[in-house]
């Protein structure tokens, strides 16, 4: 054999020993994550909304609800909201909206974060999938919740479509290897919305938040550039409906009103699902909720899976047979 014949063996050697280890250093990163909270045998689950109001929105009860007993959440928001607003944008647009943002998660025990991209101006890229996959493993989650990718605004879309993207390749490890790939694939959700085409949105799973409502409420008072301004339609007139800030009392009432029409026209409509999860007796009665739909692309947990990563609904009775809720 030839020295030129030995040298490219040799090189192929080395190469297929290299990516041999790595593959296993990733594997094994990702089954012991570092540090104390990633194993500490909590839940972990991640929310990303297209702006600095939509997981608070769409996940923030169950959210708090996790957080009560301990589970770890992130609320993610993919745009910096820094057009979301009828007088103001910009910098000083996307400071105050990641003020507001981070000040809900304070109130509900949860973390969170604003990503530096323009508001509006969303794209599902390459680039953006990799943001994507990079927090889904950073977090360690066993959940992730997004948008459908069917909805009014583009960045709603485009979010839904990059976690759908990460779906798969959050457990690959050649794909951003700079972070170690998740041990499995996590279980991704839907929050709900109201839109038809190409299906009707599908409660798979519906969450009672009768005994955080009022926290959520106390929460959402931070976005006051959305709940009470009225966010990037606003204006004079719409602002001036809502109680000033120096009417707390009357402001927070103001802002309950709303809110306990939505949940409880979010529990009404999906009243099925409340039953399935809480049993006939209690889902009858349950007033404010929050639903979610399993998105075929991550792992499909069985009902007594989803029991355990949704610690808050009741036990299954001896009788009822464990089998997927598709």
Not at 18 to 27: K, P
Not at 86 to 92: D, E, L, T
Not at 287 to 303: L, M, R, S, V
Request: charged share 25%; hydrophobic share 40%; with cysteine.
């Amino acid at each position: 054999m030839t020295p030129a014949r030995n040298l490219i063996r040799f090189l192929l050697v080395l190469v297929t020993t290299t990516v041999t280890t790595e593959i296993a250093l990733a594997q094994t990163a990702a089954v012991q994550p570092a540090g104390s909270e990633l194993s500490d045998g909590k839940l972990r689950i991640i929310c990303f909304g297209a702006h600095p109001d939509d997981a608070e929105y769409k996940s923030g009860g169950t959210a708090a609800l996790w957080a009560a007993q301990g589970h770890h959440v992130k609320l993610v928001s993919v745009t910096n909201g820094d057009i979301g607003h009828w007088q103001m944008a910009g910098g000083p647009l996307a400071k105050r909206r990641t003020a507001e943002s981070a000040e809900v998660a304070k109130r509900l025990g949860v973390a969170s974060q604003v990503l530096d991209i323009h508001d509006g101006e969303l794209l599902p890229t390459l680039e953006n999938r990799q943001t994507i996959v990079r927090l889904i493993r950073e977090w360690n989650a066993d959940i992730v919740i997004a948008h459908r990718p069917w909805d009014y605004h583009p960045d709603h879309r485009y979010v839904g479509v990059l976690v759908q993207d990460a779906a798969y390749m959050v457990a690959v490890p050649f794909f951003c290897p700079d972070t170690p790939p998740l041990a499995k694939n996590p279980v991704f959700l839907y929050s709900s919305d109201r839109f038809q085409k190409p299906y009707p949105f599908i409660a798979d799973i519906a969450v009672s938040l009768d005994d955080v409502f009022e926290k959520k409420v106390d929460a959402l008072l931070a976005l006051e550039s959305q709940t009470f301004e009225g966010g990037a339609l606003g204006s004079e007139e719409k602002t001036a409906e809502a109680p000033p800030a120096s009417q707390p009392d009357l402001r927070r009432a103001w802002l309950r009103e709303r809110w306990d029409s939505r949940q409880t026209s979010e529990a009404n409509q999906f009243r099925n699902a409340l039953l399935k999860w809480y049993g006939d007796e209690r889902g009858k009665q349950i007033k404010y909720a929050e639903a979610f739909e399993i998105c075929e692309f991550g792992h499909q947990p069985t009902e007594d899976e989803i029991r355990k990563l949704f610690p808050f609904f009741p036990e299954t009775t001896p009788s009822q047979p464990e089998k997927s809720t598709r």
